[in-house]
């Protein structure tokens, strides 16, 4: 497979992206929340319905609500846009931002710049001269603050994979044990694999798709824990305390704070998942919340979902 164009060097693209920029043509980069259609600010949804061309991105994330549903409260017809065709088709969806009156709305889950190849798309975008509007919204990164952890005490975000028979990546774990050892909070973004390609099938010449995967809380703290062993780290133990979170920001979202073993034996039920390695003290506020999310299956007066 060529180059993703995305990944490119820009010094390295072709020297017509270059050329003057154009007088016309606009990419709307639309942040669509955590919760369902309704999340959409109203800046947004004007947008939305003004655009040319409407693509839902569809990899670094899932929402709430079908695609069907989206088109719905939009009143638009929404193109899936997968990492295949984002990463091998960028050139189309900047050229309907350019030919398509009212331009192209690319709808993300979370916040425009919540990955990478947003950011990407905004920059070749601006490189063929076409006005970029970025709405926000509520991502995972400022929505977990309402596990009552304090935003300004969270460090660098640790991004775990997937681990294979080949490939057992362990560089990110330095991270967490900085952040501990500096008082701060570590994000744990958790593995999705979405439309990817079997690597035996890539071997026989013939493309298939896995099934989707979404990495589990249990599977991040067996894999957290197995580092620590390996690397001889002794900072995460089974009586480590940790927070896990399911789905935030849509109905049933789930916080449960309680220790790395506890939180090991529990069902966070379906995607998305993510974790949260707190500082070794926390201020006594952040503590008064997280009491609300520890099991209490005898006390009915706190719930244990939010």
């Known amino acids: 497979m060529s180059p993703s164009p995305l990944n490119e060097d820009p010094s390295k693209r072709a020297s017509s992206e270059f050329t003057a920029p154009s007088s016309s043509g606009v ?12 999340d959409v600010t109203l800046r947004g949804m004007d947008l939305i319905r003004s655009a040319g061309v409407v693509y839902l991105e569809a990899y670094t994330s899932i929402l709430g609500v079908s695609a069907p549903a989206l088109e719905k409260a939009y009143g638009r017809s929404v193109c899936i846009a997968d990492r295949e065709f984002v990463e091998e088709r960028a050139q189309e969806i900047l050229t309907n931002a350019q030919s398509q009156p009212g331009g ?61 028979d080949t490939d057992r990546p362990t560089s990110y774990y330095p991270k967490l044990l900085q952040n501990r050892r500096n008082g701060l909070h570590t994000l744990c973004l ?20 896995e099934p989707p995967r979404y990495m589990t809380v249990n599977q991040a703290i067996d894999q957290l824990l197995e580092i620590d062993s390996i690397l001889e780290a002794d900072e995460l133990v089974e009586d ?8 935030i920001g849509q109905p049933n979202q789930l916080i449960v704070y309680a220790s790395l073993g506890t939180l090991r034996q529990t069902d966070f039920g379906p995607p998305l998942h993510s974790l949260v390695i707190p500082a070794r003290e926390l201020h006594f506020h952040e ?20």
């Not at 919540?114 to 076409?130: C, F, I």
């Not at 006005?131 to 300004?152: C, F, M, P, R």
């Open 190 to 209: 958790l593995d999705i694999k979405v439309k990817e390609p079997s690597l035996e099938s890539l071997a026989r010449g013939k493309k298939l798709y």
């Open 240 to 247: 480590t305390m940790a927070v896990g979170v399911a789905r």
């Open 27 to 38: 990419l709307h980069l639309i942040g669509l929340g955590l919760g369902d259609e309704r």
């Open 104 to 164: 192209a709305a690319f709808l993300v889950i979370g916040d425009p710049f919540g990955a990478t190849t947003h950011t990407d798309l905004w920059l070749r975008a601006r490189e063929r001269g076409l006005k970029v509007n970025v709405v926000h919204n509520a991502s995972i990164i400022n929505a977990i603050a309402v596990t009552g952890l304090q935003l300004y005490l969270f460090g660098q975000a640790i991004s775990l994979c997937f681990w294979t």
């Open 287 to 306: 503590e008064e919340v997280l009491s609300w999310f520890k099991p209490k299956s005898h006390d009915t007066t706190k719930p244990q979902i939010s």
